[in-house]
């Protein structure tokens, strides 16, 4: 089973930066759909960023122009570059794969963050930004 563990957590002023990182390990399938999910305080989980195989990158409105998605060459690790933070940033941020490609992209394409879409999920890194 392919497995997920983010770093990269942690506290900065509003206006600063952080970059998430995802390692992966144990792939099972030849390619996987991957994206950056968040849940803040008392919401349900949302979709943030997502990257497809073939790199192309889809961004949720409110981060569109502050975050950027990315993978290392050897496809071990998955980046959130995030600039511009804002308080309303503040949340836990969760990398998720799914090896369904075709059917994740199907929907994402169509605007959903539906977070069943995806199969195998991280342990969540808090995020924390304040004004």
């Known amino acids: 089973q392919v497995r997920l563990v983010e770093s990269g957590g942690g506290s900065a002023q509003a206006g600063g930066t952080l970059r998430l990182s995802c390692a992966i390990s144990g792939y099972r399938f030849s390619s996987y759909y991957w994206a950056w999910f968040r849940q803040r305080e008392g919401k349900e989980r949302e979709g943030v960023a997502a990257?497809?195989?073939?790199?192309?990158?889809t961004y949720t409105d409110s981060v569109k122009g502050r975050f950027t998605i990315s993978q290392d060459n050897a496809k071990t690790t998955l980046y959130l570059q995030m600039n511009d933070l804002k308080p309303d940033d503040t949340a836990v941020y969760y990398c998720?794969?799914?090896?369904?490609?075709?059917?994740?992209?199907?929907?994402?394409?169509?605007?959903?963050?539906?977070?069943?879409?995806?199969?195998?999920w991280g342990q969540g890194t808090q995020v924390t930004v304040s004004s």
């Open positions: 998720a794969a799914e090896p369904d490609v075709a059917y994740v992209r199907r929907w994402i394409r169509k605007g959903s963050w539906d977070p069943q879409l995806f199969d195998v």
């Open positions: 990257i497809d195989t073939d790199g192309t990158t």
